[in-house]
């Protein structure tokens, strides 16, 4: 009997070891969990795209021309926002368009007269010309024009644009970059 018991002893003493064990893996499995954190003052503003310009009224004016003429005139656009803009300038005519057709318009940005024109061709002609990227609250150029009115080359054809009028509204504008 003796062997019996020690034997029912050992056998229940290797249940219990197996059963604690199972208890012991069984109870690691653990989840942790932390005090949340929070951080303030997180802010978020907008920016803004807005344009002014030198002086008043009209670039340039031109009455009484004659063939051969040239009426000239400049004009500063300066980005005046906080962020940086795509620029561009429409043109919007309006009277006679015999006479806007034989009108050369030449526009240059930032020198007069010098480099690769932003437009040249007919007053009439002229729709929009894109102007590049303007730098948030600094950037500025200068825009020349200069309009002709040449020759045909017969004092017939020039004689009819005697009396004739035509007229551009210009308008800048942006988009932002």
Known sequence: ????????????????????????????FANFTATP?????????????????????????????????????????????SLAGAYTL?????????????LTLK????????????YDGTLGGFSSASLGTFAATTGSHTYYFHVSLPTTGSDTSDNAFQGLAASETFTWSAVQA
């Open 1 to 28: 009997m003796f062997k019996k018991t020690t034997f029912t002893k050992i056998l229940l003493s290797l249940g219990a070891v197996a059963i604690v064990a199972v208890a012991a893996v069984g109870g690691t």
């Open 37 to 81: 954190t929070s951080v303030a003052s997180n802010a978020f503003t907008t920016g803004s795209l807005s344009m002014t310009r030198s002086g008043s009224g009209a670039i340039f004016s031109a009455s009484a021309m004659k063939i051969g003429d040239t009426a000239t005139g400049s004009i500063t656009i300066s980005n005046t926002g």
């Open 90 to 102: 429409a043109g919007s005519g309006s009277g006679s368009s015999v006479l806007a057709n034989q």
């Open 107 to 118: 526009i240059y940005a930032d020198t007069d007269n010098s480099g690769s024109p932003v």
